[in-house]
């Protein structure tokens, strides 16, 4: 039995001159989608990222995750990475000169096209994360993904660099990590092979601007609750119309937004 390690295929081989933080012990085939995390608390990854469907693609080589710690670039003995915001005010702001060596370092024989490679701050002013965005990174090279903490970081920065603003949401978070992986598995999920269904993807909540309709599994009958009749009926027209009704409720109902950008997208394609 040779002790000579197997080969994985077709795998990308990591240049040496790659700053370490951006090595990873998984295999990658060459042409993996890849995403490079700029964060204070690397071993905050992969986390759930490491798990499940995601975590399998990545062991597969479907996909790449990479951390750059902020803390690395930091200056004078303790590593700061922070100062007070010019004007005063409560809080601390990421340093631009900091936050820009770990750029550059993260950067690092990436395509210098943002529209293959996009450079994200998650923000809660940035652009609301959606369904579209997720497909437009999965077509994309990579993504790196700054974590905010603290008040921010430094406008100029943001001008240098031409940083895209991405937020989840009308809330606020302690730091970009969690958001940071949630975009990263809604766009691995998107990526050829992740999802052994591809019509899975096709069919779930926002795919064609509406939310999901309602799933059921055995048992027929639970605590006195019957899985609808139509669903049974093996009749797919008739499955298909009451899978779309249901999806129209409930988005009319729970997000009227949603409703009304359906509408108005429904009333320009008729004008078409």
């Known amino acids: ?151 921010g970081v430094d406008e100029r920065v943001i001008e240098e660099y031409g940083i895209e603003e991405v937020s989840l949401g009308d809330f606020v978070m302690t730091g970009g990590e969690i958001a940071a992986q949630a975009v990263i598995d809604a766009t691995v999920r998107l990526l050829p092979g992740v999802l052994g269904n591809a019509a899975s993807t096709e069919e779930e909540s926002f795919s064609h601007g509406l939310l999901e309709h309602p799933h059921y599994t055995r048992p027929a009958e639970w605590r006195g609750r019957t899985i609808p009749d139509v669903l049974l009926s093996g009749h797919h027209g008739e499955i298909e119309r009451w899978r779309r009704a249901q999806a129209e409720r409930i988005t009319r109902e729970r997000r009227p937004d949603l409703w009304q950008a359906h509408l108005a997208r429904r009333d320009e394609e008729n004008k078409a």
């Not at 490491?50 to 597969?60: N, P």
């Not at 790449?64 to 809080?91: C, I, Q, W, Y």
């Not at 690092?108 to 701050?121: M, S």
């Open 1 to 151: 039995m040779s002790d000579k390690p197997r080969s994985h295929g077709r795998l990308k081989v990591t240049p040496t001159l790659t700053p370490r933080e951006l090595i990873d012990d998984s295999p990658a085939l060459a042409g993996a989608w890849e995403a490079r995390v700029i964060t204070l608390f690397p071993d905050a990854f992969p986390g759930v990222l490491g798990e499940s469907l995601t975590g399998r693609a990545r062991d597969e080589g479907r996909w790449r995750l990479a951390t750059v710690e902020l803390r690395s670039f930091g200056e004078g003995k303790h590593r700061n990475v922070d100062d007070t915001p010019a004007g005063g005010g409560a809080g601390m702001v990421l340093r631009a000169d900091v936050l820009a060596k770990a750029i550059d370092a993260a950067q690092a024989g990436a395509p210098a096209d943002r529209a293959r490679w996009p450079l994200v701050y998650l923000s809660p002013r940035g652009r609301r994360f959606d369904q579209a965005m997720a497909r437009h990174f999965a077509g994309c090279d990579g993504i790196t993904l700054i974590c905010g903490r603290f008040e």
